[in-house]
């Protein structure tokens, strides 16, 4: 069994351990393979029904298309030693889509939890779940409860998955539970302001991608993304393959990261102040 470890993985290998084919390697040999690389990447998952529509197929038949890119796309990633990777799949908005869309969409899903957690708990992936379960069916509290259950031990690639997620809300939810606490004012800093987010544990992104050609945040991750580099191909999702994750992690690591600063010292921990 191949784990996807946290630490640098092989060059040119897939989650099995696999070399690509030739056509894959030419693209993988021009991407950074260095510091240059971003420790957690987080995916606005955008596309699907245009695709579909380009097809001339049902908006479910991109979706159900988009899904099926899931296990490619961590694959190429884990190829890269990328130890985090966040995949923004559904909106507390997006329930204001049609009904049979919705529905449709959750049966996809539920096919995806079922078919992908045992595969990615054997190759050592921990999972995480951002976002809220109320709202979501007994059955599919329970698939994605067991999902989490299967892979909590594991201690490879974290890959999280937004689902009934939405940034403003994560805030106003983080500080419920700080004024529950009742914490004084002066005892409210970034450090654990964060450790209430859903994100708790997580370094913060250091490169956004979406996909399908739109520029903005849908409510992704607005707390946790200050800093971090967005990158916007025009690629739908389903689509959404090696050639256009190497020129996102080029185009990454030609960027000079000043948090806020004059120059690129500052690497972590807290902004260096605008």
């Known amino acids: 069994m191949t784990v ?3 630490k640098a993985t092989p060059a040119n290998t897939d989650l099995a351990g696999r070399q690509p084919r030739q056509s894959e390697r030419t693209a993988a040999d021009a991407a950074p393979r ?3 690389l971003p ?7 955008d596309g699907n029904g245009r695709w579909a529509q380009v097809q001339g197929k049902p908006r479910l038949a991109g979706h ?6 899931l296990r490619r796309v961590i694959e190429v990633f884990a190829s890269y030693g990328i130890p985090y990777l966040t995949l923004y799949a559904f909106s507390t908005e997006n329930w204001t889509r049609p009904r049979t869309e ?5 049966r996809i899903l539920s096919e995806v939890v079922d078919r992908e957690a045992q595969f990615l708990a054997d190759k050592g992936v921990k999972l995480r779940h951002l976002g ?3 709202g979501l069916s007994p059955a599919m509290r329970k698939r994605v409860n067991h999902a989490l259950a299967m892979t909590e031990h594991n201690a490879g690639m974290t890959v999280s998955i937004a689902f009934n997620y939405g940034g403003r809300a994560e805030i106003l939810e983080a500080v419920r539970r700080i004024v529950e606490q009742g914490l004084r004012p002066e005892e409210i800093e970034e450090t654990m302001f964060s450790q209430h987010l859903y994100t708790a544990g ?3 992104p250091d490169l956004v991608i979406r996909t399908g050609g739109e520029v903005r945040l849908s409510n992704f991750l607005l707390w946790q993304t200050a800093y971090s580099e967005y990158y916007a191909t025009p690629t739908f999702w389903p689509d959404f393959g090696r050639e256009d994750i190497e020129k996102a ?3 990454y690591s030609q960027r000079q990261r000043r948090y806020g600063g004059l120059n690129s010292n500052h690497t972590s921990g807290a902004p260096a102040g605008d």
């Open 4 to 6: 996807i470890s946290k």
């Open 34 to 36: 260095n510091a240059s």
């Open 39 to 45: 420790g957690h990447v987080a995916i606005i998952m």
């Open 64 to 69: 159900r298309a988009g899904t099926a890119n």
């Open 102 to 106: 919705v529905e449709g969409l959750f």
């Open 132 to 134: 809220t379960l109320e």
């Open 202 to 204: 997580l370094p913060d």
């Open 249 to 251: 992690l080029h185009a």
